[in-house]
């Protein structure tokens, strides 16, 4: 927590409802103020850094009238109350209190999410990030309210996840030398992802696992040449083109590898989905692609998953539970719309709007510019809902912001691109659409920097925004 003095509402994502009592205020002494919490919530009262009292003078509550992720926060000058719908709303209430400060200002908020589904996207695949630099880019996320991590841990340059019975996929796909330039080697064994996947879960964030085909495969078929057409060894591929692998549609090899993976993914993760890619398939013959997702979409809803793909697949048939991620920077899908109108949920990820991995501007150092520049406003100010000609709010399962690493070389790299635009992202996905400006969200973003600069964060200093 700092020590400066604001307003009631200057966090972010900005609250629904923020009332104001500029006579009241609290202040947090340390060693002097403390947290009261019933058992269910004493987990939760520890992200505040306060020692825990039956009598505190902050009170966290559970308020069963509320929704699952709202909450209710009142500062009055003798104490703070925050009532969750559950535990989570608890948490995201302890959010907005450690951005408000030891000096709390007066008034009552009361908040909740625009969309169930706040993500954010990591690439392990072309350059790995080890469980420590993980979980600690989860610690950055949820204080914006994010509450899905999906984590893309398989492309052509490198597997990421251990998968018992196929070893070769982690011994070489995984290993020295993989990643764009060959230079982010590593991958997560059976018990790394669990740590994460549990350490997440503690702080209310689902792992989405990605087990990216039936293109994006090339590192397979350099650990298991008889997954390929001809059964002949492949060279590993550290540039970052996209496009010319492909597992073979018409062979029951490779629906009996598939099963696998995505049966072992599908017991390691806790949370309801599983990612199966579907995207940039350009080698794939179109009727290859459908007889493979037809097999495919299937396989997570026997284990108990939902299926998620990127857009593509809203090309064929697809499970009534299925989720479709849009990535694209035209203007009109009308496959996705389709999709929409028969029921299916939407991820909204324009390449555009949400790609962290874009450059900021011309003279940005890292990433890509394909989808053009990616400004912090340009990231802000947009609307879900207006997207794209058939998916209205109702279709709108929630909002996700990708970092894909082909730049990346190192945690400050990761930071660099994420920050300050996931807060932007963040803010789309959280706060009613008619509370948002950008004049008011760059001022409460400024007030980030010195945040940032004290713990050592990596960020750009966009000229957008007048830092303090």
Not at 129 to 143: E, M, R, S, W
Not at 214 to 235: F, I, M, R, S
Not at 333 to 356: N, Q
Request: hydrophobic share 40%; net charge negative; with cysteine.
């Amino acid at each position: 927590m700092s020590d400066r003095t604001q307003r009631l509402g200057d966090v972010i994502p900005r609250p629904a409802s923020v009332r104001p009592v500029p006579a009241a205020s609290f202040a947090i002494i340390d060693g002097g103020t403390a947290v009261s919490a019933p058992p269910p919530l004493e987990g939760v009262a520890g992200h505040l850094g306060l020692p825990l009292a039956a009598d505190g003078a902050i009170v966290l509550a559970l308020d069963e009238a509320l929704p699952a992720e709202a909450y209710r926060l009142e500062i009055t000058a003798t104490g703070v109350t925050l009532a969750g719908g559950s535990p989570q709303g608890v948490f995201w209430g302890v959010q907005t209190l450690r951005q408000l400060g030891r000096n709390l200002p007066g008034g009552v908020i009361e908040d909740h999410p625009r969309y169930a589904y706040r993500g954010a996207m990591l690439d392990l695949a072309r350059h790995f990030f080890t469980p420590a630099q993980i979980k600690a880019h989860i610690d950055l996320l949820v204080q914006f309210k994010i509450n899905h991590l999906h984590l893309h841990l398989t492309d052509d340059q490198g597997w990421r996840l251990e998968i018992p019975g196929w070893p070769r996929l982690t011994e070489v796909s995984g290993g020295p030398g993989t990643g764009v330039d060959g230079a982010g080697p590593g991958f997560l064994t059976l018990g790394d992802y669990a740590d994460v996947v549990a350490y997440a879960a503690d702080r209310f964030v689902t792992i989405v696992p990605e087990i990216d085909m039936p293109g994006h495969v090339n590192a397979v078929h350099v650990a298991y040449p008889e997954l390929t057409a001809d059964g002949q060894p492949v060279a590993p591929r550290t540039d970052a083109e996209v496009g010319y692998s492909s597992l073979v549609a018409g062979r029951e090899e490779t629906y009996t590898f598939v099963e696998t993976v995505l049966k072992t993914v599908a017991g390691l993760t806790p949370g309801p989905y599983l990612h199966i890619g579907g995207d940039e398939c350009l080698s794939t013959p179109p009727e290859d692609y459908r007889t493979f997702l037809e097999r495919v979409l299937p396989i997570p809803g026997r284990f108990g998953k939902s299926v998620i793909g990127w857009h593509e697949i809203a090309g064929v048939d697809l499970p009534e539970d299925a989720v479709v991620q849009y990535w694209r920077i035209e203007a009109t899908d009308d496959a996705v719309a389709r999709a929409a109108a028969a029921g299916r949920r939407v991820i909204v990820s324009p390449a555009d709007r949400t790609y962290l991995d874009m450059k900021y501007d011309a003279d940005t150092p890292l990433g890509l510019d394909w989808a053009g520049h990616l400004s912090v406003e340009r990231a802000y100010d947009w609307d879900p809902a207006e997207r794209l000609p058939g998916v209205g709010e109702d279709a709108i399962l929630g909002v996700e912001a990708p970092l894909w690493s082909e730049t990346l070389r190192s945690v400050d790299d990761m930071r660099y691109l994420t920050f300050p635009r996931l807060p932007a992202v963040a803010e789309v996905a959280w706060s009613p659409r008619d509370g948002r400006d950008w004049p008011s969200f760059r001022e409460r973003l400024a007030a980030f920097g010195p945040r940032w600069t004290a713990d050592g964060i990596s960020f750009h200093r966009s000229p957008e925004i007048d830092w303090h």
